[in-house]
T-cell receptor, first 112, second 114 residues
Framework: LAKTTQPISMDSYEGQEVNITCSHN???????ITWYQQFPSQGPRFIIQ???TKVTNEVASLFIPADRKSSTLSLPRVSLSDTAVYYC?????????????FGRGTSLIVHP | EAQVTQNPRYLITVTGKKLTVTCSQN?????MSWYRQDPGLGLRQIYY???????DKGDVPEGYKVSRKEKRNFPLILESPSPNQTSLYFC?????????????FGPGTRLTVT
């Protein structure tokens, strides 16, 4: 699976847009990019997934440039409840390999 | 309600006393897995299962066993727990074609081994 690099932490304020970038330079052709959110003492929760360009759902947007070597999770108008750790995963189910690398993630703190 | 359940949620035990943490999902998912989460180390996969009677090692399988006799259940077994297995454990499931990319996680089991 492709290795990912994310900032360890970020701070923001209520109502602002937050962009968290993930670097994945050795992403493979068939790899997808997935983001999870985790609150303290809870299991991660799937947020969004994409392959290229832009994907948007009710909670976030995912921007993927043409070279796919990075991706950006965008959270519009964050609130205090968006304080969590965000993980970027890159990979695919190939050859029976389903071992993900969650890494340390990005700890987002939203201030009043 | 679609969910992954784990039991117990909290467990304190002593070194060497065998224990089982149960995991059950009601979404008919083929893929199930177990993770442990430790401060500074993130989530690490212990074992996963592609379907009934099919299991395989993840990143940190030492000291753990699993079984998949039914599609909905995937228990984690610690035959002889040691203090270094004190951790927060999560079970997860997904459809096979989603693999690791849209997993549903349980609420977690906090295990302390003294």
């Amino acid at each position: 699976l492709a290795k990912t690099t994310q900032p360890i932490s970020m701070d923001s304020y209520e109502g602002q847009e937050v962009n968290i970038t993930c670097s994945h330079n050795n992403i493979a052709t068939n790899d997808y990019i997935t983001w999870y959110q985790q609150f303290p003492s809870q299991g991660p929760r799937f947020i969004i997934q994409g392959y290229k360009t832009k994907v948007t759902n009710e909670v976030a947007s995912l921007f993927i440039p043409a070279d796919r070597k990075s991706s950006t999770l965008s959270l519009p108008r964050v609130s205090l409840s968006d304080t969590a750790v965000y993980y970027c995963l890159v990979g695919r189910a190939s050859g029976g390999s389903y071992i993900p690398t969650f890494g340390r993630g990005t700890s987002l703190i939203v201030h009043p | 309600e679609a969910q992954v359940t784990q039991n117990p949620r909290y467990l304190i035990t002593v070194t060497g006393k065998k224990l089982t943490v149960t995991c059950s999902q009601n979404m008919n998912h083929e893929y199930m897995s177990w993770y442990r989460q430790d401060p500074g180390l993130g989530l690490r996969q212990i074992y996963y299962s592609m379907n009934v009677e099919v299991t395989d090692k993840g990143d940190v399988p030492e000291g753990y066993k699993v079984s998949r006799k039914e599609k909905r259940n995937f228990p984690l077994i610690l035959e002889s727990p040691s203090p270094n297995q004190t951790s927060l454990y999560f079970c997860a499931s997904s459809f096979r074609e989603s693999g690791v990319h849209e997993q549903y996680f349980g609420p977690g089991t906090r295990l302390t081994v003294t």
